[in-house]
Every structure is written in C-alpha cells, then in structure tokens.
C-alpha cells in the first residue's frame, strides 16, 4: 500500500506573502502562468509578483491561458519562457492556468522536442513548479495531472507525465471574486473528486481517508451552496468567510484523493461534453454522478458514502446536483459519441473496480 504526495502545502490567509522566501527558492527567473482576467481582479497575480520582488526574484507574465487549455497555448507559452530563459514556473488561477503551468513547465525542461513529447510514455524532468489556486474545485495544486485540449480529436485528455507542484499556496480570498455559476460548479468538480477516488479500483485506506474527511466537509456546507443558488447573488454577498475557507479545504483533500486513484467514468464521460457543449468541466463531470452512484455495484459503499454527505437517497442527491447545476440536455450523437470513446478510454476504464458495458453506460444519462 502507498500514497505519495509530494507537494509542499500552505493553506492560510496572505500564504503568498508569507511563504515568498520559498517561492522564490525555487529559481532565480520565473515564468507567471495565468488567466486572461480573473487573477488581476482577485489579486493573487499581485500577491506573486509583489512576493518575488521582495525576495529581488525576476518574473515574466504569460497571461493567455484559456478555459480548458489547449496545447497551441502551451507551446507559445514555452516559446516565450525559453527566450526568458526561465528556470521555474508558477501557475496563478483555476484548474486552467494550474495544468498548463504543468505542460509548459515539462515543454521548457524539454526545449528541443515536439509537442507529441506531451503524449509520450516517457521519463523526463520539468522545471520546479508552485500553484496558486483561485478556484475551489481541481485539486490541481496537489495533483500531478494536467489536462489539455486536443483540437484534432475533439476532446481533452491528461498528458503522460506526472508532473507534481513543489509548492502550493491556498488562500480562500482569491475564491471570493468567483462567480456563482464557477463557484457552484467547481465545488461539484472537487465533489466529483471524493467520489470517484473512493469508488475506484486503486482505493487504499490513504485515499479513502481524504475522501471521507472531505465528504464530512462538504455535509457542512452543502446547504451554504443551495442556499446561495437560490439567492442567486454572487457568493461573496452570501457565503462566510468560513465556507469560503471549507471550499478550497475541500479541493485541496480532493485533489490529494486523485492524486493517487485518478478519477474515473464521471469525468471520462465529460470531456466530450465539455469540448463539444462548452459546459464547464464541473458541471459536465456532475451531471454523471447520480448515473455512476445508482449504476455502481457495491451499493453498501454508495450508501455509505451517501449518508456521509447529507442524503438518505440516490435521488436526494440527484435533486439536490440538478439544484446547484442545472440541466442539461446531452444530444443523442453526442452521446452515442461520448459512450462508444469511453469503452475505448482504458486510462479511465481500469479505474472502475467493475466490468462495464455499452448498456452500462447507457444508464449514466439522467
Ligand atoms: P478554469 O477553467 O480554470 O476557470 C474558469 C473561469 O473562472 C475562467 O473564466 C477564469 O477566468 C475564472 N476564474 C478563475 N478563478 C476565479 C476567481 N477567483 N474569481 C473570478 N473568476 C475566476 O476553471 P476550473 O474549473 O478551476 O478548471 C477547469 C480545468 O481544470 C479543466 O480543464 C479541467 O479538465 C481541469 N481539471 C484538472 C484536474 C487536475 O487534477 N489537474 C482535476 C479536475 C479538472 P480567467 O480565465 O480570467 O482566469
Ligand atoms: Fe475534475
């Protein structure tokens, strides 16, 4: 039995500030890896840049990053960061800026390869990298996972490598710019996360342990969020400091849960939907978590899992998503798509702990 989590984890109001001196440790010129708009207006982008100018460390901002990042991003973010001549990467802002800072901080160790490289089952170093999350949903300050956009196959996948952050630095003021719709969706992503670690054929008791903690979590504040979707504000006019804390707690425990499962069919199934609907990925991922739960064959497992986020049944829960998420109705040739690249996915498929089929799969969609 193992689990490896390697990433250095602070978690604490101004924990840019505060650990500037180990942020800065990790090189002598750094390359700001973000989105277009978000980490100016939450301020954690000043956070950084403020931190690496005390420490006198250089910096250069690569701020194109785009939902669901592609690998053409990637590469013109490698080719500015080898001109700089960088020899560290921090990535500032949701699950997006987090994994491409991944991939661009593999293609820069990596200057004279292709970008099949991303692809390719192959060891291979990455310069030193930190994350700054923004949004309380992937995980991906603690996970070694990055997933990119693949314009040719129309879908998104995650590159071959492991690439784990050095550092992460959580702080829940940046979360409360979010939007209700990110907000609301990216807390289902981290959710998501905490059931398909448990349900997974690479469960231990290690990864078990996070989801349960973060399930008990989430039966805390799961009536914080219904409530802020009915009032319909943006969160930061409904939600408590306290629950802003819990959200990116969550996500965090979350992402230390699939750091050593991976996920499984929910998000397999997304990304297709994702990619072809422009949904965003919480909420493609959590339109399949009452289809998983009521399909899935260990139901003491599901029961239990249940009844330690809140709900006494499979349609409580499932009211209770529809609530947060919305609808959404997935057109039958997508989803006769998404279906039959699914049964060819083996990366998701060893995950399931049960054999599962086309007429399986079939009963995901609610
Ligand atoms: P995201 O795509 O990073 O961001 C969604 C939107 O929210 C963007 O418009 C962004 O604006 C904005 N935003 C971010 N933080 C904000 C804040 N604090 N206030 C206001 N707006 C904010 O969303 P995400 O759900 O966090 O990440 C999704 C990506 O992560 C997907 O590609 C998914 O596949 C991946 N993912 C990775 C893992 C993993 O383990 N690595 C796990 C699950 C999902 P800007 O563009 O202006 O920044
Ligand atoms: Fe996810």
């Known amino acids: 039995m193992q689990i490896y989590l390697p990433t250095n984890v602070y978690s604490e109001t101004d924990c840019v500030m505060n650990h500037r001196k180990e942020l800065a440790a990790l090189g002598s010129r750094a390359l700001l890896v973000t989105g277009k708009h978000s980490s100016r207006i939450n301020g954690a982008l000043e956070d950084v840049q403020k931190a690496l100018q ?5 910096y250069v901002v690569f701020d194109e990053i785009e939902e669901n990042p592609s690998i053409e991003t990637v590469i013109k973010a490698r080719t500015l960061g080898v001109q700089e001549q960088v020899d560290f990467v921090v990535g500032i802002g949701g699950g ?33 990298l930190a994350e700054i999350p923004t949004t309380a949903g992937t995980g991906s300050e603690v ?4 997933i990119l956009t693949i314009h040719a196959r129309k879908t998104k996948q995650s590159i071959s490598h492991k690439i784990y952050p050095s550092l992460a630095l959580i702080d829940s003021r940046y979360l409360k710019t979010a939007s209700l719709n990110t907000l609301l969706d990216t807390a289902v992503d981290a959710l998501a996360h905490l059931i398909e670690s448990y349900l997974n054929a690479n469960a231990n008791v290690y990864n078990r342990m996070y989801s349960e903690k973060g399930l008990s979590l989430f039966a805390e504040i799961k009536d914080d969020l219904t409530q802020c979707r009915r009032q319909g504000k943006e969160p930061v006019l409904s939600l408590s400091d306290t629950v802003f804390g819990s959200l990116m707690q969550i996500a965090a425990i979350a992402g ?3 750091a050593h499962t991976g996920t499984s069919l929910p998000h397999g199934l997304s990304y297709p939907v994702t990619y072809e609907m422009h949904v965003p990925h919480g909420k493609a991922v959590g339109i399949f978590l009452p ?40 057109p039958d040739h997508l989803w006769d798509e998404d279906v039959k690249s699914m049964l060819e996915n083996q990366e998701k498929l060893k995950n399931y702990p049960f054999p599962i089929d086309q007429q399986a799969l079939y009963a995901f969609r609610r």
């Open 54 to 58: 005390e420490e006198r460390t250089s």
């Open 96 to 128: 997006s800026p987090m994994d491409a800072a991944k991939a661009i901080a593999l293609m820069i160790a990596n200057p004279t390869e292709i970008q099949e490289l991303l692809y390719q089952k192959r060891e291979l170093p990455a310069l030193p």
């Open 143 to 146: 996970t070694p996972y990055a």
């Open 256 to 258: 230390m849960a699939i």
């Open 291 to 330: 289809g998983f739960l009521a399909c899935y064959q260990n139901k003491e497992e599901v029961e239990m899992l249940l009844k330690r986020m809140g709900f006494a049944t499979v349609e409580d829960f499932t009211e209770y998503l529809q609530e947060l998420l919305g609808k959404l109705e997935i």
